[in-house]
């Protein structure tokens, strides 16, 4: 299923399936043998490019998955910082990279997102094949208890009572928590102040503080926060609900139909990698993400995990692009906001 459809008319393809299923079992198999036994591929280690500094949230996947990944194909898999430019720099790193498969892009929909707000030196759909999804963070919508609500149709009619006196904060500007609010605000038709912060613990601080009164978040970033009555959650943005608090509805179920968004994660690697490759390459990322230790791990992160063929992905990645550039221009969204 895909993680983001586009807010109005995009349907969710039946082949994407959380990693409980049936079809997810089946991928099995291949951790159990290592999967150069196959092929020649691959003959040298492989470099994985996380294109942000190490501690976040796609370098605790890359490294969590990388040893386990590299003992299904049979070489080792060396996680590679390459931060800066909002993801860009790494990203740019692999697209002019050797179209072998030994250099691959832990992406995310930040990609779609900074493509939707300025000039990329590389083309998302030219200079990229689509590998595999890995996992989502599911965001929430969050407020502070001072704030008379408790449902999203609630929010919405307080917030249309009083524009612009509502405050919400993001971790940053043109981030995938930036975008789900401006989406927000578009189709619940209320007027809610942005303020950027430098980061996300500033943004949550300030938010459980009660400097700022909403937010959408991580639920990794703020479970406690939930937990401990410091926020209250509202709903979740994505089109499903989250397993990790299954009760809270979506903010599609709570009032704003249509709503869906969601902070993915997925496998890149440069145009033109050979298709046996790539399969290669897949069948291997979606038998480690359906491993019980895996799945016990990113749990505990506030991961979800995933699977899907690379056109799942290819799919998801032209719908975020669509998505997210009507929301930049509706919103005037300028990458200094």
Known sequence: MPLTAFAHSMPRPARWRPLHTVAALM???????????????PDRPIRFV???????????????????????????VVVENRPGAGGNIGADLVAK?????????L??????????????????LKDFSAVAMMASAPMALVVHPSVQARTVREFIAL????????????????????????????MASVDITHVVYKGGGPAINDLVGGQTQAAFLTLA???????????????????????????????????VPGYAV???????????????????????INSQMQSPEVQERMNTLGF????????????????????YGDIVRRGNIRPEQ
């Open 97 to 105: 990279s050797a179209a072998d498969g030994t250099v691959l892009l």
């Open 50 to 76: 996380v294109p942000y500094a190490p501690g976040g949230g796609t370098d605790i996947l890359a490294r969590a998955v990388a040893p386990r990944l590299g003992a299904a194909l049979g070489q080792p």
């Open 221 to 255: 970033s703020v479970k406690q926060h939930i937990e401990s009555a410091r926020l209250h959650a509202l709903a979740v943005a994505p089109a499903e609900r989250s397993r990790a608090m299954p009760d809270l509805p979506t903010v599609a179920e709570a009032g």
């Open 262 to 284: 969601d902070l993915w994660y997925g496998v890149f690697a440069p145009a033109g990698t050979a298709a046996d490759v790539v399969g290669l390459l897949n069948q291997a």
């Open 159 to 186: 917030a249309q009572s009083a524009p612009g006196r509502m405050n919400y904060s993001n971790p940053g500007s043109g981030t995938p928590q930036h975008l789900a609010a401006a989406l927000f605000s578009q």
């Open 304 to 323: 979800q995990t995933w699977t899907g063929t690379p056109q799942l992905l290819a799919e998801q990645l032209r719908r975020d692009l669509v998505q």
């Open 107 to 124: 992406g995310a929909n930040t990609m779609p997102i900074n493509a939707s707000l300025q000039k990329l030196p590389f083309d998302l």
């Open 27 to 41: 991928l099995a198999a291949f951790a159990v043998t290592p999967l150069a036994a196959q092929t020649r591929y």
